[in-house]
Every structure is written in C-alpha cells, then in structure tokens.
C-alpha cells in the first residue's frame, strides 16, 4: 500500500530510508515545539494551549503535505512570523493576541484563494528577487536583535538606544555556550544541533539552580485558552489591512522559496526547473495556516530544515507522514516544554537568525538600485522592530530609487502598487 500511494520505487526510495528522513528532518526542527510557546505566551497566551496549538497545527499541515501534496517537506509555525505575531502586532502596536490569530486567520485565507488561482504565479515573479532576499535576511536580523534582548547580551540605553549587557550573568553565558554549541554540532552534521544546544543548555540551567525542572512527561495541557479564540471581526479593522498583508507576503515568499529549494535539493523539479504538484503544496501550506489560527497559534509555513530529511533519502510524502506522527507523540512532553527557559531558546533563534541572513550574500552588489533597496528592508527590520515596517520602507525604497534613477520599467507595478499602500499607511494610518 505504501509502494504505490507515495510512489516509492518511482523515487528511487524505500519504506526504511522514508522512516529515518522523517526522523531527522523532525530532530532538525523539533525545537519549534518549545520556541513557538515561549514566544507566543509573552502576548498573554496560555503556554500549554499554544504547546498543543503549535504540535498540533504542525502535524496537520505537515500531513496534508504528506497525503496530498506527496512531498517530503514538514511544516510548523514560522520563525520570524511569531516574532512579529508578538513583537509587532501585539505588543508593538497593542492588538489583542485574539484579533492577531484572526488576521493570521484572514491571511491564510486569502493564501487559500490565491493558491487555487494563477494570480499567486504573478505575485511571486513580480517581487524582485532582490527584494525577496532582503526580506528573509531583515527577518533573520529581526530574530537576531530578539535572541540577544531575551538573554541579556544586549539591553537598552538612553544614550545609544541598545548597549551591550552583563555577559557575566548566567542567561548570557548559557545563551552563548548553547549557540556554539549548535554551530559546532552543526559543522560536523549532527541531526538535532538545535534541539541538543537547547535540551543541553537547560539541563546546565537546572543543575545550577537558575531553572526549575518541571517534568517530562505527562498528559497534553487544555487547548480550550487558544482554540477558536481568534477575533476575524478585529482583525477585519482597517488598520489591520497592512499586518494581514505581511502575514500574506512574508508566507507566501517564505514557502515559494523553501519548496523550490528544498526540492532542487533533492532532485524533485522537472527538466524546466518547475515544481511539480505546486498548487498541491501551496493548498497544502495555506490551510495549514487556516487551521493553526484555529487552534491558537502565528502561520505555519514550510521549513526549510526539511531539507536534512531530503539529504538522509527522503523523497515521498511518507517522510512528512513519519514527521506529523513525530509532532502529535511531542503532546505528551508539555512539562519539558514548560521546563525551558527564555536564555535556552534565544541561542536558537540566533542560530535561525545566521542562516536566514545569509540571502544578503546573494545580492547582485554591482546595481546599487538593486543592492540599496535590499539593505534598507534588512535593516529597517530590527531597527524598526517591525517587519511590516521593514517591508513597506524596503518596497517604497525600490519605487523612488528605480524613478529617479531613471529605471522605471526596471520595477514591476505590483512593486508600485504595494509601495503606494504602504505609504498611505506611514502617512495616514
């Protein structure tokens, strides 16, 4: 039954290879199970809730993707997407996390529509590539900026803003010892190095008397504090056009970028570089959205770590099958996840951060109407603490370079219209 619903000899794999792909590619990012909530719970959620959201939403889409879709990429919620869930839209513009989950709700939807329609094709060719680079390396910096405030290594000043902090002070030491940790487990390609820096950092933390250790397992925590608790009616306020449009952009980029990636990795394109069964990917990435905003937790996307899974042989869908099992038995470790403290985490979202940053290198530096823009949308992302904020001066920015540089043609109208949107938002909104 196996062999010929996910097509197993066709990709040149068997049912063992597709089993220890799946567990690989879920030790690479089974992290996001202890992330996810600690990020979240600093809106007010309830940190169990989102702990059952976040396996639960993950193990959804990461199946539909599986059954439908027939690929082995795992999906979760986003790096990046749940730090603007909570940095930006609830406590840096001071939305209620339930009108949040209704924009992310609102997203999804409209990802839905787009992915049953060519216009989504238009969308993702019409944004420069220069453009699609700088999101993912401001999001990284975004993370960056967020990793370093949440151990200590950096604090704010009067006088310069951010200033370095006590790197004496244990959550700052722990921090920095489980982020080389994670590189160097990496550079020898250990599956897990996250997920090993973080469990090894705790353990430290606990053994000094600086965390307590809450358990291990037990059963799963109430979902009812986050499940069906979005506000659409919010979220459908008029300020809320552009954080809704971020949600929509920000996934639609990230999961454009990693099935194509994921899949030249492994070998999955076609002979015109094109991605067979996209709209089953992208339907399979969309409702997963839907579904996660349901259950309480930031948009679940496509995971680039999938690409671990695809290196150990993972070719089918019975790699994303054996990873959404992997993410519903996580329902049961709710005390370990509980266990973690904030300093065992930021070394991961640091370690995110290095390699989402690296798209910056990518950059054509030899056109500064091309370069420029893309630095100012990195940039403008942590020093605004926005990634709404980063996008929108990031596409204004490459508007009025191309015009007065003389380019117009050079910058597609989907570019203008979204610049033009954006501005109306800085100046009225």
């Given at each position: 039954m196996l062999q010929s619903y996910f097509k197993l000899?066709?990709?040149?794999?068997?049912?063992?290879?597709?089993?220890?792909?799946?567990?690989?590619?879920?030790?690479?990012?089974?992290?996001?199970?202890?992330?996810?909530?600690?990020i979240l719970s600093e809106t007010g959620m309830d940190f169990g809730a989102v702990f059952v959201a976040t396996c639960v939403a993950a193990a959804i889409?990461?199946?539909v993707m599986g059954l439908y879709a027939n690929y082995p990429i795992a999906l979760a919620p986003g790096m990046g997407l749940n730090a603007y869930?909570?940095?930006?839209?609830?406590?840096?513009?001071?939305?209620?996390?339930?009108?949040a989950l209704g924009a992310v709700f609102l997203s999804g939807v409209l990802f839905l529509i787009l992915s049953l329609l060519p216009v989504r094709e238009w969308i993702i060719n019409a944004i420069p590539r220069s453009l699609k680079m700088?999101?993912?390396?401001?999001?990284?910096?975004?993370l960056a900026i967020?990793?370093?405030?949440?151990?200590?290594?950096?604090?704010?000043?009067?006088?310069?803003?951010?200033?370095?902090?006590?790197?004496?002070?244990?959550?700052?030491?722990?921090?920095?010892?489980?982020?080389?940790?994670?590189?160097?487990?990496?550079?020898?390609?250990?599956?897990?190095?996250?997920?090993?820096?973080?469990?090894?950092?705790?353990?430290?933390?606990?053994?000094?008397?600086?965390?307590?250790?809450?358990?291990?397992?037990?059963?799963?925590?109430?979902?009812?504090?986050?499940?069906?608790?979005?506000?659409?009616g919010g979220a459908l306020q008029i300020g809320l056009v552009s954080i809704v449009f971020t949600f929509l952009l920000v996934d639609l980029f990230d999961t454009a970028g990693t099935l194509v990636g994921v899949a030249h990795r492994g070998g999955l394109l076609d002979e015109n570089g094109r991605l067979p069964?996209?709209?089953?990917?992208?339907?399979?990435?969309?409702?997963?959205?839907?579904?996660?905003?349901?259950?309480?937790?930031?948009?679940?996307?496509?995971?680039?770590?999938?690409?671990?899974?695809?290196?150990?042989?993972?070719?089918?869908?019975?790699?994303?099958?054996?990873?959404a099992a992997l993410f519903l038995l996580c329902l049961f470790i709710s005390p370990l996840a509980n266990t973690i403290p904030s300093y065992a985490t930021a070394p991961?979202?640091?370690?995110?951060?290095?390699?989402?940053?690296?798209?910056?290198?990518?950059?054509?530096?030899?056109?500064?109407?091309?370069?420029?823009?893309?630095?100012?949308?990195?940039?403008?992302?942590?020093?605004?603490?926005?990634?709404?904020?980063?996008?929108?001066?990031?596409?204004i920015s490459y508007a009025v370079i191309k015009l007065l540089s003389g380019r117009p043609a050079q910058c597609p109208i989907a570019v203008y219209l979204i610049a033009i949107l954006f501005a109306i938002k800085f100046a009225f909104l």
């Open positions: 000899a066709e990709h040149g794999t068997t049912v063992r290879t597709e089993v220890l792909a799946g567990f690989t590619t879920f030790l690479t990012m089974a992290y996001i199970t202890f992330v996810n909530p600690a889409g990461t199946l869930f909570t940095y930006g839209v609830v406590l840096g513009m001071g939305y209620e996390w339930q009108v700088a999101i993912s390396a401001g999001i990284g910096l975004f967020i990793a370093m405030k949440e151990s200590g290594i950096v604090v704010d000043s009067e006088a310069t803003l951010i200033t370095l902090g006590d790197l004496t002070a244990w959550p700052a030491i722990l921090a920095l010892f489980g982020f080389f940790v994670m590189v160097a487990l990496d550079v020898h390609r250990i599956p897990g190095s996250v997920i090993i820096g973080i469990l090894l950092v705790t353990a430290i933390g606990v053994s000094l008397g600086i965390s307590e250790f809450k358990g291990f397992i037990d059963l799963p925590p109430n979902p009812a504090p986050t499940f069906l608790q979005l506000d659409i069964r996209l709209r089953q990917a992208l339907l399979s990435d969309s409702s997963a959205s839907v579904a996660g905003s349901l259950l309480g937790t930031s948009t679940t996307t496509c995971y680039i770590e999938s690409a671990a899974g695809i290196q150990q042989g993972g070719r089918t869908g019975l790699t994303a099958v054996v990873v991961a979202l640091l370690y995110v951060a290095c390699i989402m940053a690296r798209g910056i290198a990518e950059l054509d530096w030899s056109d500064v109407t091309e370069a420029t823009p893309a630095v100012i949308t990195a940039i403008a992302m942590p020093f605004t603490y926005s990634i709404a904020d980063g996008i929108g001066i990031g596409f």
